[in-house]
């Protein structure tokens, strides 16, 4: 095999995003583009249309079921589904199957908004309601969409990615009153001092936007459970 055959068989296979964000093409095919993506949206809608008192859980697609992530997302997902909460995830396996599982193993509803990738993610075997989108922006959409609170697990780039823009989301207010409870306090730890003493020092984000409300830590289920249901019953009052 020569040294480009080897660069092409390494190289991810392009997919609806890749060939979205590869700059400007004809009008004619981004009009088509985005009638794909319409089409992704309302197949996304009309699945879930029914969905309610559900709870996002964000996570890694790397950990097993040997890992101790991987428990505390299915405890925790597992008391969520018994208090009667329906668990949603991005449909593929570590922390997302253990959440899945969870909520199956609870008798909750279970649903999965999977993506297409060239490699790693594969759906879980533990999904009710499974969906399958080409574009990360839809599939982010309906997690965010349908749920009533997050659950943040450890997690990479895809992780980091899906909090953030829900972080973003909520100190711009298109977002309000949604609990965030972020799991796993040994892994994020690090992640704290940077929040605390170079963006907030350097004004890139004000103290306020990492007060008490924005998100709570906890490494128990039912902590976890506890914070969504008080949140939620404030907001109610």
Known sequence: MTGMEQIRKKRPKRDSDTHLLQGTRTYLRDLWRS????????????????????ITFFGSARFDENNDYYKLAYDTAYA??????????????GIMEAANRGARDAGALSIGCNILLPHEQKPNPYIDIQLTFHYFFVRKVMLIK??????????????????????????????????????GSDYWKPLGPFLQETMIDHGTIDARDLDYNFARMTNDPQEALDIVRLRKLGESL
Not at 36 to 50: C, D, P, T, V
Not at 153 to 172: C, K, S, V
Not at 174 to 179: A, L, M, Q, S, T
């Open 35 to 54: 009638l794909r993506i319409w089409n992704e949206f309302n197949y996304g809608f009309r699945k879930l249309s029914r969905v309610n008192s559900c």
């Open 80 to 93: 969520c589904g018994k208090a009667g909460y329906a668990v949603m995830t991005g449909g593929g396996g």
């Open 146 to 183: 349908y749920s009533q609170a997050f659950i943040l697990l450890p997690g990479g780039f895809g992780t980091m990615d899906e909090i953030f823009e829900t972080a973003t989301l909520m100190q711009t207010g298109k977002i309000r009153d949604f609990p965030v409870v972020v799991m």
